[in-house]
Every structure is written in C-alpha cells, then in structure tokens.
C-alpha cells in the first residue's frame, strides 16, 4: 500500500503556542509593570509623618527597608516602601523641620567584582600556560589545536628553487621533471588511461640534494608546496600524529594541485614491529597506518602528489613502497666528477674568485663530496680568503678549505716533544713513500707534519685523478700497503711500533676481512660469502657498521681470522721490504719534512724523483 507523501512544513507559519506564549508574557508584564506603579516611594521623613498622623495600616521591617500598607490609598497607591534611617539621627533631624530619606549604599559591582576576578585570574592562568605547553609540543593555537599540521605551506614565489638551482643530479631531475607536467596539465596523463605515481621517494645520502629538488618541483610547477619532516608528526599524546596526517591531507586538498613533501621519512615510516610483544597500538604505528590510508584515499588525478625523502631506505616499512603508494624512488646519489663541476658553478656564484680558480681543478680535490659538502666548501674557502685580508678567493684557499673540512682544524699549539716528532715524520713519510712507489696508487699531493683535528699528529693527502666504482684485489693489497708504511717506517728505522698506526690497522683489517668474507679473494676460502655487509648502501665506506651476523661455523671462522692475519701481515712485509729498499729516499724526504712542516707535490717529486701530478684526499 503506498503512503502518501508527507507535505513539508512552511516554515512560514507560526504554530499556536507561539501566540499563547506570547499573551502568557504579555500578562506577565502588566502584572509586574502594575504592581510596580501601584507601589509609593516615601522619603523617611514622609513615612513618620504618615505614621503619626495614623495613616498607615500595617508594616514589613527589614534591617534597611519598611514595607507597609495605608488605611486609605493616598494619591491612588495603597502600598508603600521606604528605606530606613537610625531612630536617633531621625529625632535630631526632626529638630530642624528636614526633609529626609534614607540611601542604600550598593555593593552590587564590588561583590560581582569578588567573584568574577578570581574566576577570570584562574582561566587567564590556565590559558597561558596551556598555550605555552601547546608551543612548547610545537602547536599554536592552544591544546586544542595539537592535532593540526604543522606543514609549512609555500606559494610559488615562497620556494625560489628551480631546476636552474638545482645541479649534478640530472638523472633524477629528469625523473621529477615528468611529475612537474604532470602538476601543469594533468588531463594528458590521462587521455590514454594512464596514471602519475602518488608518491615519490627520492633516496640517497645526506646533503645530496633531495630537499632541494623537491622545492625545485614545486617551483616549477608553480603549486603549493606543503613541507614538514617526519618527527613532527608523533608527540606525547596519543593519536595527535594521525590527526596531522589526515589534517595535512585535508589542507593539501583544498589547495590542489600541490605537492606534500615529507622529510626524513623513515623517523614516520619505519617498519611495523613483529614478534610476540609488537603490536598495532603504539602511537608510531597509527600514524603510520594513518599515512598509508591516506595514501590509499586520493585519487592520482585530483593533482597531489607526495615527496618523500630518505637516507634509510632499508629500514622503511614494506607497505608504504609497495606499488599505489610510492609507486617510484628516484635515487639522488653522491655527484661524480662532472656533477660536481655543476655544483660549484653554482655555488660560486655569489663568491669572487680570483682568476687562478678553476672549477675542474676544486672538483678533482673532491671525490666523494655531496653537494651540501660543496656548499661548505665554497664558504670555507671564502671565510679563508676574508681572513688573510685577499681581494678574491683563490686556488690556495680551495686547497686549505679542503685540507680543513676533511683533515681538521690545524692545532699549531699542540707542540710534540722532538722525540715524537721525529716519529711522525718517518710514520708519514712511510705513507707517501709507499704511495709513490707502487703502481696504480693514488698520487700523494701534500704530507705535513702539523697536528689537525681531534687526535691526528701528521696526515699524507692523497688525490685520485678519477672517480672510482671498483677495485680489484691488487688494488685492495696496494691500499693496504699504502696504510702500513707508516707502521713499516717505525719499524724499519726505530726498530719498534708505535700507537701512532691505530687507525690504519682497523682499516687494513676491514679491507682485509671483506677480501676474505665478502669479495671471495682467499684462494683457501673459495669463492664464498660468509659475512653480509650491514652498511647500508648511503653510507659512506668510513662509516661503522653494525655487528656482522655469522653465517658460519667455528671451524670456519678460525679459518677465516687466520686469513686475514696472513693478507695483514703480507702486505706488512712487502711494505717493509719496499722501505728498506728506498732507505735513503725515506731518510733525506724525513729531514726535510721535520725541517719545513708541510712538503707539497712538486717538493716531493724532487726529493723521490717521482713525478707527482694528480690530487685528492686520502689521509689518517
């Protein structure tokens, strides 16, 4: 059976009760407004004479008010009120024929006063140290806005980064170069049924560039830009680091198109515990859940995307990589020789060089810096020049900078007893004699016997002439060598060791073990992995790493510490043997080297006789 349809209300007609309520009020009224009107005001002095003149019927006494009724109504009031006066002030004032009343004194602001400012102290109180407490947990707007995103948010002119600014990573500017078209004209993309990843994870060592490039994203694309680092998310209450996820998502949306980068992603994204006591409730884990929920809500052509950047892609959780989330990782690694030229084009662009600088040169004494590396190194220099009173940076100021950011800061106060200095000569000498002397080995550019840094007494720079990927097992047993000729030199020319060589045994070592246990170099041990490197692939090689699981028995973990000590001490003896021939060279570069401090290439290519050209740094 159908029913019929409800008719709507008009919300123009007023029900019947609303008229009842209002004659109700209206009756209300003129009861008080009569009553009121009916009531006389009498001046005390007025009320006596009533009273004697026997007027006045009845009476209400209060502490400062009288209250009464007249036999007969007087000008039309029956009811009557006054407000009392002291008997024996009111005798005297009868005296002199006065008119008088009495004056209620009102206390009504000062007892409303009494109450609201304590009340109004204990909230002002109250909300200025929660304020501080929401600041100080990196709110601000009170605790009621924890929950809100700290992202900060960058029109187009805010970035002021491009693709122009941005050099030595071209690989993974093209790569970024797709999502910035995408961003502009997102109906392309479209037409043949494909789709633009949600996120993109740019990965690779610290100070590389991956912050830059995502402002340079946005700054191409011309969208806004939200940025915020991944700690930020997570604070002491629970559940306030999946209310900024969603809040973040929540403002990214209403400003689409735009770009959400989220730095340090692993500090938010760090994989899920598993075992007997893990579990899905700690505060980290629902923000990461959070994050991949939204990661799953947006459309790909509503015109967000998501940056993410790390340097622990190893430890992030699977879920967040998996393909619908961040679909791509664009690998933003260390620059190679000719990256690095870009690099300093750019960043000497503020600086005044001097006309001997060449950016070819300061990039050949750079392997292995990043970018930001070459930012500081620029600066370096420039502090050095500004310090010597130079009119330009120079060729030598980029020369010390290096010296200072890889070697340390010199400690010309740290005097050595002569006996001590005499070693560290003959210990350095060692290093750059070997260096020399061997085939394939990086070319030596400066030994100097001034302490720099923390606890090096001397140092041997080393530069190679080019980038390096691989080293093959001569090669690893030459760098050997090269870090024990300063421990081969004490031997040979003081008979004993020193603490000196404390740091190129822990290399040599580390270079001796991987032979054996990752590289497969041991003919007794075979072609075989025992060990798995647990660096992660950013870190740099002088990096610690964490402690090697053993995948191995005992037998073969003898086997394999009697190797290493058998390469160790091989390559000790041929570097021995390579000193003891070169005695005399060794003899007359350790004089020299105690005579003036510091000994450059062209000094050392006289007194060895060997050519030295090529540059960069490889010292203790």
């Known amino acids: 059976m159908a029913r019929a349809p409800v008719k709507p209300k008009d919300p123009k007609t007023f029900h019947v009760s609303y008229w009842l309520i209002a004659a109700l009020g209206l009756l209300i009224f003129q009861y008080v407004y009569a009553s009121y009107s009916q009531v006389a005001n009498l001046p005390y002095s007025q009320f006596e004479q009533y009273l004697k003149e026997g007027k006045v019927a009845e009476l209400g006494v209060s502490d400062r008010f009288i209250q009464g009724k007249f036999k007969e109504p007087i000008d039309g009031k029956s009811v009557f009120i006054t407000t009392r006066v002291d008997p024996q002030f009111a005798d005297e004032l009868q005296k002199y024929n006065v008119r008088y009343t009495g004056q209620v004194e009102s206390t009504f602001f000062r007892d409303l006063l009494s109450w609201v400012l304590p009340v109004l102290l204990f909230f002002g109180i109250w909300a200025y140290l929660g304020r501080r407490l929401a600041k100080g947990l990196g709110g601000a707007g009170g605790l009621m806005a924890v929950g809100k995103s700290k992202a900060r ?47 993109v994870l740019l990965v690779g060592p610290p100070g590389t560039g991956k912050t830059l490039l995502a402002k340079a994203v946005a700054g191409e694309a011309k969208v806004p830009f939200f940025s915020i680092s991944g700690s930020e998310f997570v604070e002491m209450f629970v559940g306030v680091g999946a209310a900024r996820v969603r809040d973040l998502f929540e403002q990214a949306r209403q400003k689409a198109p735009a770009i959400i980068f989220i730095d340090e992603l692993d500090a938010l994204g760090r994989a899920r515990g598993v075992g007997p006591y893990a579990g899905g409730t700690s505060e980290s884990e629902q923000t990461l859940n959070q994050l991949l929920v939204e990661l799953d809500g947006f459309d790909s052509r509503s015109g967000l995307v998501l940056l993410g950047a790390t340097n622990r892609p190893e430890i992030l959780d699977p879920a967040l990589l998996r393909a619908g989330r961040f679909d791509r990782q664009v690998l933003v690694d260390r620059p190679d020789k000719k990256g690095r030229i870009e690099i300093l084009r750019v960043h000497m662009r503020n600086a005044k060089l001097g006309p001997d600088v060449d950016e070819e040169k300061v990039a050949a004494l750079t392997p292995g810096f990043t970018g930001a ?136 070592t580390d270079i001796a073990r991987s032979m054996v246990t990752r590289y497969g170099m041991s003919p007794k041990l075979g072609s075989v992995a025992y060990e798995r490197d647990t660096r992660s692939f950013l870190q740099g090689a002088d990096l610690p790493s964490m402690p090697r699981e053993r995948d191995f028995g005992e037998e073969t973990g003898n086997e394999i510490d009697t190797e290493v000590k058998g390469i160790v001490q091989e390559a000790l003896d041929r570097t021995v043997a390579i000193l003891r021939e070169k005695r005399d060279a060794l003899e007359r570069s350790a004089r020299k080297l105690l005579e003036k401090e510091t000994l450059d290439e062209h000094e050392l290519a006289e007194l060895v006789g060997v050519p030295v050209h090529r540059v960069t740094q490889a010292a203790e």
Do not use: W
């Not at 980064?161 to 479209?190: C, I, N, Q, S, W």
């Open 373 to 508: 590396d070459l930012a500081n190194l620029v600066n370096e220099a420039a502090l050095l020049a500004t310090r010597r009173g130079g009119d330009a940076v120079t060729m030598s100021d980029f020369n010390n900078a290096v010296e200072r950011i890889v070697a340390g800061l010199e400690k010309r106060n740290r005097l050595l007893n002569p006996r001590e200095r005499e070693i560290v000569a003959y210990h350095e000498m060692g290093h750059a004699l070997v260096a020399l002397s061997l085939p394939g080995s990086d070319p030596v550019h400066k030994v100097s016997i001034i302490p720099r840094g923390i606890g090096a007494l001397g140092y041997t720079i080393q530069r190679p002439t080019e980038d390096r990927f691989l080293m093959t097992k001569e090669e690893l047993e030459n760098k050997m060598a090269v870090l024990l000729g300063g421990r081969a030199a004490e031997l040979v020319v003081f008979g004993h060791y020193s603490t000196g060589a404390a740091d190129d045994l822990r290399r040599v």
């Open 153 to 199: 948010v960058y029109v187009e002119a805010d970035t002021g980064v491009t693709f122009a600014d941005v050099a030595g990573v071209d690989e993974a500017k093209d790569e970024l170069r797709e999502v910035v078209d995408f961003l502009k004209d997102p109906e392309r993309y479209g037409r043949l049924g494909g789709r633009m990843p949600k996120g």
